[in-house]
């Protein structure tokens, strides 16, 4: 029989890409959405839907046992559901704290515990890194968030900790990008705008992890025997300053003429201030906020990726300079097909 797979949180810019890959690795693939979410890369018809309603416990339970694989339980379960920007910061413990837990409390009450369990945490769940020496963030630094996203993203982990015989495993990725996602795709088309933005004059190294490599990781990952209750950092195994950044954009989309330029963290702060309370007055979230300011100050995002090398093999295939390579060039079909359409 094929083994099966549940992806929550399928309907987002890395879940899209999970389920593809489940499917190409000839899965049975179930995928967890809500009513509200889109399908626009969920599109492939032999995946199996089931909508979630997740604020509410009894019915996400009823889904569940109205559409079990045939084996009575999934091998795989992968919870890829979060939020990483919320008009009200208490929706952060909401999404990325309360719904998991209540989702493994179902699972163990009704005796469909997976063969592993992979939970999609962050590198803002270990907080600030050595910002004197650049040491790199290890599985060995001790977690200290100075966000409500990374604080939410530790009581996860932490919760999944303190159950007993529970098959988990926990990737803590650093930056994703790669086609379809929002956040880097603001700085690629600033820089096509000839103009790119910095936080701080300190030193910053960056690191990222380009979509596809962290997918591989996640299934490498599950079908690893040793990686059973334990946790890895997930990034391309070198940083990066935001000038190399610029410069492969730029480059990517023939920009010979890119200005920089460096704002002053008190002023960032205030914008991050200033953008928060006038979303939060409309009900709306804001790209721009407190919390976010906190991530763009962080100057050291250098990972030592060891542990996922050992474990289960993990070499990233896309460096940064072919990953946006790929990224640019869909950036470049979407605005050409969007052209296309308004003329």
Known sequence: MKKTILIIGAGGFIGGFIASEALRR?????VGVRDTTSRRYLNDPRLHFITFDYDDPDA?????????????????IIWNLGATKCANFSDFNLVNFLYPRTFVELLRKNDLVPGKFLYMSSLSAIGPADEKDYSPITSRTVPDPNTRYGLSKIKTETY???????????????GVYGPHEKDYLMMIKSIDSHWDFGVGYR??????????????????????????????????DRAYTQKEF??????????????PVKLPLWAVYIASTAAEKWALARMKTSTLNRDKFKIMKQRNWSCDISDAQRDFGFAPKYSLERGIDATVEAYLSDKARAKGGKA
């Open 26 to 30: 000839g899965y049975d693939t179930w």
């Open 60 to 76: 996400v339970e009823t889904a569940l046992l109205a559409n079990l694989p045939e084996a009575g339980r999934w091998d795989y």
């Open 160 to 174: 999944l900790e303190t159950v007993p015989d529970f098959p988990w495993v926990i990737f803590r990725p650093t």
């Open 203 to 236: 030193k910053q190294l960056l690191t990222f992890i380009y979509v596809e490599d962290l997918v591989e990781a996640m299934f490498q990952a599950l079908e690893s025997p040793a990686t059973l209750r334990r946790k890895y950092i997930i990034s391309e």
């Open 246 to 259: 610029r410069k492969m954009v730029a480059r990517r989309l023939g920009r010979r003429f890119v200005i």
